[in-house]
């Protein structure tokens, strides 16, 4: 009897060790399967020319279980919300109208109220400024953490979380701003542009495809609206 105790014990015994094994290997499989997700993530992040297709791809795909694939969705939803914001921005940038406004074509198809470049630029306005809000909160730390809280985690991969994330560079964050404010402050000289234009509309004329002032000064004022411009 207890030798056949000892046999029952020892195959337990056994058995424990199997079932922690096998926990261990699976959260190392787990493990090196995260660290390649990020890596093959941050390769697409880093390219040369964001492809936002290929980030929304891969970051709508979780590879990893447990409390991995907890970890790999809360980076993947922040980095997908993100690039949709820096999306938006980088579409709205490069409309072609902003190279269209202030030609010749415009001024005869629009001109001479002007009425459909403006809503274009009060419009692109209101859209860059609050994509500048959008996007600048994506760099605030509550608001990266939000991704994480409240998942049930232990600290271990909260701060894996943040090793990953909180390393977003806040200068790529003030780029992206000073990009916008300065399009903002295109929009602006190209409404002075415009607004001028329509104030003084009973003064020029589109002759032989050239604006032409019936008055020199008023040409004057026109051309040092356009020399702010650039």
Known sequence: MKKKILIAVAVIAILIIGVIAFFVISDL???AKFNDEMLALED????????????????????TKGDYGVVEEAIKNYIKD??????????T???????TILTIENFEEDGKEFTNSKNFITTTRENLEQYKE??????????IMSYIDNKGLDEYYVDLYKNEILTVSEEDNQTVQDSIVQVIDLLDKMEDAIDYLVENKDDWNIINGNLMFNDQEKLNEYQEILSKIG
Do not use: C, R
């Open 134 to 143: 959008d996007y600048d909160k994506q760099y605030d730390e509550e608001k």
């Open 93 to 99: 940038m490069n409309s072609e109208e902003f190279g």
């Open 44 to 63: 697409i992040m880093n390219a040369d020319e964001l492809d936002f297709d290929a980030i929304y791809a891969k970051t709508d795909v979780i590879v």
């Open 82 to 91: 993100t690039s949709s914001v820096a999306e938006k921005i980088i579409d």
């Open 29 to 31: 499989q787990q493990e």
